[in-house]
């Protein structure tokens, strides 16, 4: 053997076994399942927010449900409600409002609406956009309160000023008064410092969106860097990305089943996931229904194995490359 491969084994080596004793420290799993019930329908609940209310562990990611014909993705959704996947996330921008649509049509019939978790996000920073984003939202989504509001994608350093500055909080705060929204968080996939500085805002959020995978634990870490804080500061985190837009399973070869138990296994109250067929979603909730932590030896294997081609950011390009989407991008174009 060569003195560069025994090298390399000797490193793989420690790092397995620091990483291992480094979750053992942290009761990595242990925190998830202490706050985790069963739920009526066999999927697991976690709480969200600071007053008892819990959430399934699994939720219908909203860009995803656009994505097929509407009368597919309103049979997913209506099944995902049957099942017990009743968190559902959305954006005022995905497929230009299309995603918000099709999930209003599929809530507006046999008091469907009063039995999910609804969430949706709101693009503008300032005080007059972020009212109207979220008339429009009502409107396309046929109800009259959102039970989560997120200022989406805080992923440029300016956001957190002008989310304050502009007045978007003010807009939050009036909706929260009017009964028209009743949790504020905000999101993002860019840099963890983006968080921490929303976080030290003199504000109580309830929520943070982020993105929680084997690639993240690598580089701008939200798991390592944000996650330990909201827990500090009893903020509920909404957990994102679990495949990594799928490239974890495509170039890594490590299963989505994986992925997702290891993204539940950190203290996070749900995990957004990617649905656009009925085959998705019964895998995710099978997945949800027999969850249990992934264990610590298996854990610091898959951190050894995802280290090297993590470590500079490639493999998550809305950390590298691809800051947001098209809104965000023209409304920071001078930036």
């Given at each position: 053997m060569s003195d560069s491969k025994r090298r390399v084994l000797e490193e793989r080596r420690d790092f397995l076994k620091a990483a291992a004793a480094a979750l053992a420290c942290s009761g990595f799993g242990a925190q998830a399942l202490a706050v985790q019930d069963d739920?009526?329908?066999?999927?697991?609940?976690?709480?969200?927010?600071?007053?008892?209310?819990?959430?399934?562990?699994?939720?219908?990611?909203?860009?995803?449900?656009?994505?097929?014909?509407?009368?597919?993705?309103?049979?997913?959704?209506?099944?995902?409600?049957?099942?017990?996947?009743?968190?559902?996330?959305?954006?005022?921008?995905?497929?230009?409002?299309?995603?918000?649509?099709?999930?209003?049509?599929?809530?507006?019939?046999?008091?469907?609406?009063?039995?999910?978790?609804?969430?949706?996000?709101?693009?503008?920073r300032d005080y007059q956009g972020a009212k109207k984003q979220l008339d429009e939202s009502l409107r396309r989504l046929q109800t009259d309160h959102i039970d989560l509001w997120q200022f989406h994608e805080i992923n440029w350093d300016v956001d957190p000023e002008w989310v304050f500055e502009k007045g978007g909080i003010r807009a939050a705060l009036e909706a929260r008064q009017a009964g028209k929204v009743r949790y504020i968080g905000f999101t993002g996939h860019r840099d963890p410092a983006h968080h921490l500085k929303m976080i030290a805002r003199p504000f109580d959020w309830d929520t943070v969106q982020m993105p929680i995978n084997l690639l993240d634990a690598h580089y701008r870490s939200f798991q390592n860097e944000v996650l330990p804080t909201c827990r500090e500061r009893g903020i509920s985190v909404i957990g994102m990305k679990a495949l990594g837009s799928g490239l974890i399973p495509s170039k890594l070869g490590i299963p989505a089943d994986t992925c997702r138990r290891f993204a539940l296994s950190l203290p996070i109250t749900t995990l957004v996931c990617g649905i656009q067929s009925r085959e998705n979603l019964r895998q995710d909730i099978a997945m949800a229904r027999s969850f249990q932590p992934i264990d610590q030896e298996e854990i610091a294997k898959l951190l050894a194995?995802?280290?090297?081609?993590?470590?500079?950011?490639?493999?998550?390009?809305?950390?590298?490359?691809?800051?947001?989407?098209?809104?965000?991008?023209?409304q920071h174009a001078n930036t």
């Open positions: 739920g009526p329908t066999g999927i697991p609940t976690r709480p969200i927010g600071r007053n008892g209310e819990r959430v399934p562990i699994v939720g219908l990611g909203g860009y995803h449900i656009g994505v097929p014909e509407e009368r597919e993705a309103i049979g997913i959704i209506h099944e995902a409600i049957d099942e017990g996947m009743t968190f559902f996330d959305n954006a005022w921008d995905y497929h230009d409002g299309g995603s918000e649509e099709v999930v209003g049509k599929a809530l507006a019939s046999d008091g469907r609406r009063d039995k999910v978790f609804l969430m949706t996000k709101v693009c503008d194995d995802t280290r090297s081609p993590a470590s500079d950011g490639k493999l998550e390009p809305w950390k590298s490359t691809d800051y947001g989407s098209r809104h965000h991008r023209e």
